[in-house]
Each structure stands twice: as C-alpha cells, then as structure tokens.
C-alpha cells in the first residue's frame, strides 16, 4: 500500500507483523534489537516530523532524543502491540514542546502541519496519484493546502502511519468521533473538488 509505495528503495528484515517482536527483543536489552527498531521506525518518524517544522535540526534533535530516551529506559517501558502509536505520540509531543519553547503564539489547535517544500510528495499525495500530470499534481497540491493542519495529520496517520481512528484519537488527544469527523470532512473537501480521483479511496477510508 502506501508504505511500500514510498519505501520501496527501503530494506529491512523486520516486516510490520514483526514488530511486536521488534519492540519485545529492544526491551531485552541488546543492542542489535535496538539498532534494529531504530531502522525500522527512522524514516517514517523522521517523515511525520518533518511535517510540522522547517527546522530539520529541531525535529532531527527531537526524534534523537526519543530513540535516546527509548534507550535509557528501555527497561522500564512496557510491552505494548500499539508501538506506532506510542512513537507517533511521543514524537509529536516532543516537538510540540520544543515548537512551544521557541514560539509562544503556537497552541495546540494551531500547531502547523504539512511544512514540505513543494519538491517533496506527501503520503497523501503519493496514496492517490498514479501516473499525474504536473498540472495535476499542482492542482491536488492547492486541494490538500486548503484542509486545515489537523485534517492534513489525521489523513497522514491514516494512511501513512496505517493507524485505526481510536488510535489517531490518542496521538492527537482527541476522542474517536473527532477524528473521523477530521477524516471525513477532509476527504469530502477533497472528494467535492475532485470526486473522480477521490472516490474509490472515500470508499476505502469510510469502510474500514
């Protein structure tokens, strides 16, 4: 799906149905099994934060400092099947406290997201395009631009991160009847400007 479609140069020897495992080995200790979720998660993390701050050193020191702190306290996190979520979560929070540190005038409804340079695809865009003329990217550039941040993250989460609402609820600290009114208000935005493009994945989304 979406994930292979942006990691296919990607290799790892730990598929997603491993993770579990992953999470359980790095909590025992060694040092491999460390390096081993560290290569797992970076690029999709390092992807999720990249999108709420153009400072690569802020949101690059923020996912340092998670995977340091996963280190120092490995033993006594828990073991958990929603490591995704956990990640997602705690390096969200930690760039909004650093966002906040150096901005007073952020708050959390505000909290930007979607801060690409316009070079770079979006999993959203990547998860609907095919074989898109440059005037039909520039157009679906202008349609996600005009979804509000926490719109353009909780598509982000669902697709890219692959996560279920109740657990996007959790990232974003909201409840699950919010996040699928993110959901469905967005790609109906979206479904609206372009219904050819979007139908087949509002009926993906809304079935699952």
């Known amino acids: 799906m979406l994930k292979s479609d942006l990691n296919r ?17 790095f909590r025992e200790g060694p040092q491999e099994a460390f390096q081993a979720l560290v ?17 690569s050193d802020l949101q690059k020191d923020c996912l340092q400092d998670l995977f340091l702190d996963l280190w120092t306290y490995r033993a006594k996190i828990v073991q ?7 990640l997602y979560k705690s390096l ?13 005038v952020i708050n959390e409804d505000g909290f ?17 395009r095919t ?7 520039a157009r679906l550039n202008t349609l996600l631009g005009q979804l509000s941040d926490r719109q353009r993250e909780a ?7 692959e996560l279920s609402n109740d657990e996007i609820a959790d990232i974003l600290e909201v409840n ?25 994945l509002g009926c993906w989304l809304f079935n699952r």
């Open 9 to 25: 140069q990607a290799t790892s020897v730990w598929e997603k149905t491993d993770e579990t495992l992953l999470w359980q080995q």
């Open 39 to 55: 290569q797992h998660f970076y690029r999709e993390l390092h992807f999720y934060g990249s999108r709420f701050t153009r400072d």
């Open 80 to 86: 958990t099947p929603y490591i995704r979520p956990y």
């Open 92 to 104: 969200r929070r930690k760039i909004y406290r650093e966002v906040m540190r150096q901005s007073s």
């Open 112 to 128: 930007p997201f979607d801060e690409l340079g316009s070079e770079e695809i979006t999993p959203e865009q990547a998860l609907i």
């Open 131 to 137: 074989e898109l003329s440059d005037y039909q990217t």
């Open 155 to 161: 598509i982000h989460l669902k697709f890219y991160g």
């Open 176 to 200: 699950k009847q919010s996040v699928a009114n993110l959901l469905h208000r967005g790609l109906s935005r979206l479904r609206e400007s372009w219904p050819s493009l979007l139908s087949l």
